[in-house]
């Protein structure tokens, strides 16, 4: 749902529904702001904010806002649904409301004008960006915000998520710019004309933005235009200041500047805690966001997100919008798919399917369908099919299944080997993450686990198939028993 004033909006309905903690106490910035989030996150706590940040008292931005979206209870008040929506209902409707784009709309004037820095004047360290984790390269600005380029061949406008680290002078920015990503593919472009990609950062607006900017799309697929499905209004937009790029009228902060591929513009950038769980490459020169302006709120608010916990904003959003993704291109393809789970522990890094099975091999064929898409790039290395009898976001009867439906483990693990994969997966040898030898991806060993019933069993004529019924209560016990669960005594 669309939440009036952006960013503020979405506060205030966290506020009024319990979810949002201010921070009152002072906080340092290094390592201590993150080190409170680690912990809201493994409680699966409010979204924070802090308004006494150390060294920040006094600067143009005094607050910072994380954990705006690293629980299913606040992916569900973002679509202004009941906090108790169960994640795989948000997967359907998420794919409901993205069936049918809705594309934004051009406004003259917004509050994210109040303010306007130019190229002189810009100082990044006027920011609280926390240190996050204690083997950085330095301080994350670009953690959860919504990075948007446009393609200068057709015009598309793509908004992305990408980690960025302000460098000492205050005035660039060192980016994390994968050849494989549609802003890595844009900036390629601009480098075959001989020029700088123009680029504008967003920080701080509607929960949409970033679970929309992580998300998986096709090619010329328009972020702006699936962020206005989900909301269910379209994105109002200005234009920026140095460039003609567009941003949400009602942004806190917007920075404008230009990113090249010239090797002489580089700087050093990294290491990152990234959503592994680990730390992510080596100290390297990479790509920098020279920033040429700054347009912000009076009185803006910072937002970001600890990248590298278990559950953090990208990953538990990220597990809806993936999965999502999976089940669409699946549905395209295969018949009798119920089910798509792409888990936030692992950012989707495994994905396990339920099937309604109706013929043999249909196991190694959704497997085969998830791999030949773009989006499972850096997703999906492990995939699971099981049969519809199987709760997939109950790791229990995943175990279960793995242990009593793979009979003939020689045939039911499949391997696909050398294909792309996540160059920040620590498995992966670093020498094959060479983008210069290898191009800009890692390689991965693929797994399928079919874990549905073998077909070449005998059957069992006792029952009347091949394999005994699970000793699950009937549904009629199970309703029974949870209607009268305080009854009991145990409510």
């Not at 460039?243 to 950038?269: H, K």
């Not at 080997?417 to 992966?428: A, E, H, I, T, W």
């Not at 874990?451 to 070449?456: E, L, P, V």
Request: hydrophobic share 35%; proline share 7%; net charge negative.
């Amino acid at each position: 749902m669309a939440f009036q004033d952006g960013l503020r909006g979405w506060m205030k309905a966290l506020e009024s529904e319990g979810e949002l903690k201010e921070i009152t106490a002072e906080v340092d910035w290094n390592l201590e702001m993150s080190g409170i989030m680690w912990r809201a996150c493994e409680e699966h706590g409010p979204a924070l904010l802090f308004t006494n940040i150390k060294d920040h008292r006094h600067t143009l931005c005094t607050k910072f806002i994380s954990g705006a979206l690293h629980t299913y209870r606040h992916v569900a008040l973002m679509m202004g649904l009941p906090k108790e929506t169960p994640p795989k209902e948000l997967i359907l409707e998420y794919r409901r409301r993205t069936e049918k784009l809705l594309p934004p709309e051009i406004v003259e004037y917004g509050p994210v004008k109040e303010n306007i820095i130019r190229r002189e004047a810009v100082d990044l360290w006027q920011f609280p960006a926390p240190f996050w984790h204690a083997l950085d390269g330095g301080r994350y600005l670009n953690t959860y915000c919504g990075t948007v380029t446009q393609d200068p061949d057709n015009g598309w406008i793509n908004v992305g998520l990408y980690r960025g680290m302000v460098h000492d002078d205050g005035k660039s920015i060192g980016v994390l710019l994968s050849m494989g990503s549609h802003w890595g593919q844009m900036c390629q472009k601009y480098h075959e004309r001989g020029q700088a990609m123009p680029v504008a950062v967003v920080y701080g607006w509607e929960p949409v933005m970033p679970l929309v900017a992580a998300a998986l799309f096709p090619r010329n697929v328009g972020e702006y235009d699936v962020m206005g499905a989900v909301r269910q209004k379209p994105v109002e937009l200005v234009k920026c200041e140095t460039n003609d790029l567009l941003v949400p009228a009602t942004a806190e902060i917007v920075i404008e500047g230009t990113v090249s591929l010239d090797p002489a513009t580089f700087r050093m950038e990294g290491p990152f805690g990234e959503y592994p769980c680990y730390y992510g490459g080596t100290p390297a020169p990479k790509p920098v966001l020279q920033v040429d302006c700054i347009t912000h709120r009076t009185d803006p608010i910072l937002q970001g997100s600890l990248e590298g916990a278990p559950y953090d904003d990208g990953a538990v959003a990220q597990s809806i919008t993936k999965s999502a993704y999976m089940w669409n291109n699946l549905d395209r393809n295969i018949p009798g798919v119920v089910d798509v789970w792409c888990p936030a522990i692992t950012h989707g890094t495994d994905c396990y399917v339920a099937i309604k099975k109706t013929y043999q091999g249909q196991a190694k064929q959704v497997a085969a369908c998830i791999w030949g898409s773009t989006g499972a790039i850096y997703s999906a290395k492990i995939v699971m099919v099981v049969d519809d009898d199987i709760d997939i976001r109950n790791l229990e009867d995943i175990q279960w299944a793995l242990n009593y439906r793979v009979w003939d483990p020689d045939e039911d693990f499949s391997f696909f080997r050398g294909c792309p994969g996540s160059m920040l997966d620590p498995s992966v040898p670093p020498e094959l993450k060479d983008a210069t030898k290898f191009g800009a991806v890692g390689r991965w060993h693929r797994l399928c686990i079919d874990a549905t019933k073998d077909w070449r069993l005998t059957r069992i004529e006792h029952w009347g198939d091949r394999f005994p019924p699970r000793t699950l209560p009937t549904r009629q016990i199970t309703e029974l028993v949870n209607r009268r669960w305080k009854e009991y005594g145990l409510g």
